[in-house]
């Protein structure tokens, strides 16, 4: 029985009673059960990630596993409470599927996107940007800044799950997203197309005093540990902002919005 809380009242007391506690659901995007899966894969559409319950491995969970691993999707184990968790209590079978709540596109496409506005790539590569909050965020400080794409690895990173989609405010419907297995081999691609790599750094140079004009793309580490040691060798350049205060760092996301406006400033300003 659903207590009204506004007319209902426990015997013999003065006070509402508790309202029963709302039924939770799971994340849009949370894809479970094994059939569901499969039609899941069958439809083609984008998936992030596979978890499936640790020690089991039996006929069909296999197979399921198999096409992910096919497909390079990542597959990780967990215990059964947390995939209990993610599915409110549903029926899971022992795997679940994060669905992306955006397609992914190409790198090949983000340049394409550029092109057909006539203007000079702007890229952002976030390695190893975990928060779902911080991509969000990241996400939409790019689209506002006029940015072209982002890329992001297909490993240690979030992805489009329904807290990206809200914090981005709905800018992963408008900006292109790439994702790929190797971050340093794909800045290798970015440079052979003329794009010069800008790796977000404490010990950078000034960010308003760098020359961000021409196809760039702006390079955003992990919250703890920054950029690492393979992507950070090959940025062509390091960018830091100048902090005044007591605390002696940024939050990723707040960085990107400052180091964005900068560039966007630099590419669009001179067309007024």
């Known amino acids: 029985m659903k207590y009204e809380t506004d007319k209902k009242y426990t ?3 003065g006070r509402p009673a ?3 506690e709302a039924e939770r659901t799971p994340d849009e995007g949370v894809v479970f059960g094994r059939n569901a899966v499969k039609e899941l894969f069958a439809t083609g559409r984008d998936v992030d990630k596979i978890l499936v319950a640790r020690g089991e491995r039996d006929g069909s969970l296999s197979m399921l596993v198999s096409i992910a691993l096919e497909r390079k999707i990542p597959v990780v184990e967990v215990d059964r409470k947390k995939l209990d968790a993610m599915c409110a209590g549903g029926i899971h079978q022992g795997i679940v599927a994060q669905a ?3 397609s992914y596109v190409t790198v090949d496409e983000i340049f394409a996107h550029a ?4 203007e000079a790539a702007m890229i952002v590569v976030c390695d190893g940007v975990e928060d779902p909050h911080n991509l969000g965020a ?3 400080s790019a689209e506002c800044a006029g ?3 982002l890329i992001l690895p297909k490993r240690h990173s979030a992805t489009l799950t329904a807290v990206v989609a809200k914090s981005s405010a709905g800018a ?3 900006l292109p997203i790439a994702k790929v297995t190797n971050l340093a081999t794909t800045l290798d691609e970015l440079k052979k197309r003329g794009v010069w790599i800008y790796g977000a750094d404490m010990d950078g140079s000034i960010y308003y005093e760098t020359d961000l004009r021409g196809p760039i793309a702006i390079v955003l580490g992990n919250e703890g540990d920054g950029i690492s040691r393979l992507v950070e060798e090959k940025c062509d350049f390091r ?3 100048p902090l005044y205060g007591k605390v002696d760092s940024m939050n990723v996301s707040a960085a990107a919005a400052v180091l964005f406006s900068e560039a966007a400033r630099q590419h669009y300003g001179q067309k007024k």
Not at 115 to 118: A, H, M, N, S
């Open 138 to 140: 990241i996400i939409r």
């Open 172 to 174: 992963i419907a408008h």
């Open 115 to 118: 092109e057909g506005k006539g």
């Open 239 to 241: 960018l830091s902002i």
């Open 18 to 20: 508790p309202a029963r």
């Open 100 to 102: 992306a709540l955006a």
């Open 11 to 13: 015997k013999g007391k």
């Open 147 to 149: 940015f072209h794409g």
